[in-house]
DNA sequence: ATATTTAGATCAAACGTTTGCACAAAATAT
DNA sequence: ATATTTTGTGCAAACGTTTGATCTAAATAT
């Protein structure tokens, strides 16, 4: 194997625990015996080996991240890569390293975090709370380890996280289509399990309020993220209320399928009928018409969040423990004023 | 901190040892003392210290994957999403974790691998190797580290890697142009130095002379990987080029690029001229007219790129060193036969 | 001159495992 | 009955660090 701190120490004439320290940057060693030691570590290609540090220290620098599979199935577009360019940005700042391991389900992806913690030692572990998974958090708030959330989880207070304005924004949305002149605007979600999903719902009600609109549960669809899913429950809609003149999706998937079952019932996307969908994917400015959307920082909210917890597991102050960043509406083709 | 293996011992009136032995699965446990031990783990949630066997063993169980920004940035659609389920479908069903780490450029790149190997002991690496970066690959090499790319190195045997068969999809993508009639091809790639590059034009090439058509390096554009290039490229071809009846692009985003170009230029995709991608982008099957492209079975890649790692890592037999997996070509809207 | 402080280094224990060796008891062979 | 093998367990060293306690020599104070 490679050279060791016994290695360097003999070649320095200097104890083991000397070249530890000229290592850890005391301030307790010679500038003379501090030059011979990194010039020994140098010539030796001598590298630390975290493990036993780590063993000793009880702190491997190391945070986790564990992703449902279905989460990466959910988020692979866009939000795998930029989360992860955001989060990876910052450890690497902070000489931190990124375990990742991703669960097949939600019993899974509890036993792979708890694995991370307890046997991999990690010192803290990020958590994409796509869903209230009640039994994990509580399991680490009990445990008092150190995490936090991308999204929220509501029913806790007191939890570290960085989330979107999803119910602002969402309002935001149904805010720009009310004020257009839209009176009857659907809404595509997903399973009020979700919490992106629930949230963007509350959105919704809450920019009919403000316009003065009845909430009508018969405008509301819940389905799964996919464009089938989208296209389906447009029939289904169309058909009980055919004088609809919008429609609000929860992503743009489902906003897709909708405009695709609009156009094959005959009709036009926006003159018709507006649609706005949510998440910014790329397809959105591709597509014709380019969908009205609402874009999420999802890179600055990994960039938050992992900063957030470096910030707690270096012990440095943390200066706010719940962020919400804005979302910004993207206006492009698919919506306009009603016209019947 | 949590219980150790002393802890267990102590309750299960055994050594340390024999729980340790408990946990291997010795089979010199009598089944009595088996019980007794796994009773005290469970009652005490014990869960074995990583750090501290790795120590002793000199094995992590971990692997190491290091992406430069770069490709993240070039992969994030839709390659990372899927290599990395690919990758992590099968570190899970050996019980190994995965390490990540970013880096900025491309001797960041090589640091942060040597730091995996040597400092956090990873048992071995997965590259992308998206580039011909021989520095990295030779230092593993004399070091006689365990690794395996995905992507190909040219210049060096007895490498472990699994590719897309780059040269001949290309060819098979140009054998499609050339079989409806099409006489003046041009190509759209990116820098040689990338790999993929390089072995897509090969393949170009080798379909032209198939088709007993000279190569002309008039028609050969090297620009980066973005849809601005694509445009810009496609209006400096057309200028050259005005007879033009289809265009090969190395990736979707430069051939979407070229089908705005090919439009603001007053013509018509496919009926004037025809456009053939490379990655299946999700954009590819939603655009209009739908790109005709090349899909990579990038999951796949992933699954047998850490299959392999993992084999030679555990000394089972590696039945394969050296894979190429086909890529499949989809004809959708934006290829015909030439009109003109 | 001696007593005290300070600087710079070493010693040895500790972190939580694994594992070769030794050993006792039980089982089997002679 | 004793000699040998087998089975099950424990002892203690090792893995490569860190760190509190300790020591020595030099510097400073009395």
């Not at 493990?51 to 620098?61: D, Q, Y």
Request: net charge negative; proline share 4%; charged share 25%.
């Amino acid at each position: 194997m490679g050279p060791t701190i016994k290695d360097v120490a003999k070649i320095a004439k200097v104890s083991p625990s000397t070249v530890s320290r000229v290592i850890a940057g005391s301030n307790r060693i010679s500038k003379a015996t501090h030059q011979r030691v990194r010039k020994a570590m140098e010539d030796l290609g001598y590298y630390p080996n975290a493990n036993a540090r780590s063993l000793v220290k009880n702190s491997t620098e190391t945070i986790g991240l564990v992703l449902s599979r279905s989460v990466v199935a959910a988020l692979s577009n866009p939000f795998f890569p930029e989360i992860f360019r955001g989060i990876t940005s910052v450890t690497q700042e902070y000489g931190y390293s990124l375990l990742l391991s991703s669960s097949k389900d939600y019993v899974q992806e509890e036993e792979e975090a708890l694995r991370m913690l307890k046997e991999r030692r990690v010192d803290g572990l990020l958590i994409l709370a796509s869903r209230a998974n009640d039994s994990l958090i509580e399991t680490l708030v009990k445990e008092k380890h150190s995490f936090v959330l991308v999204g929220r989880m509501p029913g806790i207070e007191e939890l570290h996280w960085v989330n979107n304005d999803n119910v602002q924004s969402a309002e935001k949305a149904v805010d720009y289509l009310t004020e257009l002149g839209h009176k009857k605007i659907a809404f595509l979600g997903g399973s009020p399990e979700l919490i992106v999903s629930r949230d963007r719902l509350i959105g919704y009600k809450n920019g009919l309020q403000k316009a003065g609109l009845d909430f009508d549960f018969t405008l509301v669809e819940e389905v799964d993220f996919t464009e089938e899913s989208g296209f389906k429950s447009l029939e289904r809609l169309l058909e009980r209320h055919p004088d609809l003149t919008a429609v609000f999706a929860i992503d743009d998937l489902l906003a897709l399928g909708a405009m695709k079952a609009i156009k094959e019932e005959g009709l036009i996307v926006p003159d018709d009928i507006s649609v706005v969908g949510f998440n910014d994917n790329p397809l959105a400015s591709y597509v014709v018409p380019a969908l009205t959307t609402i874009r999420i920082p999802i890179y600055d909210m990994g960039v938050q969040a992992a900063r957030m917890l470096l910030q707690k597991l270096k012990g440095e102050e943390v200066t706010e423990y719940q962020i919400v960043l804005d979302s910004e509406l993207i206006i492009r083709e698919s919506s306009m004023e009603p016209c019947r």
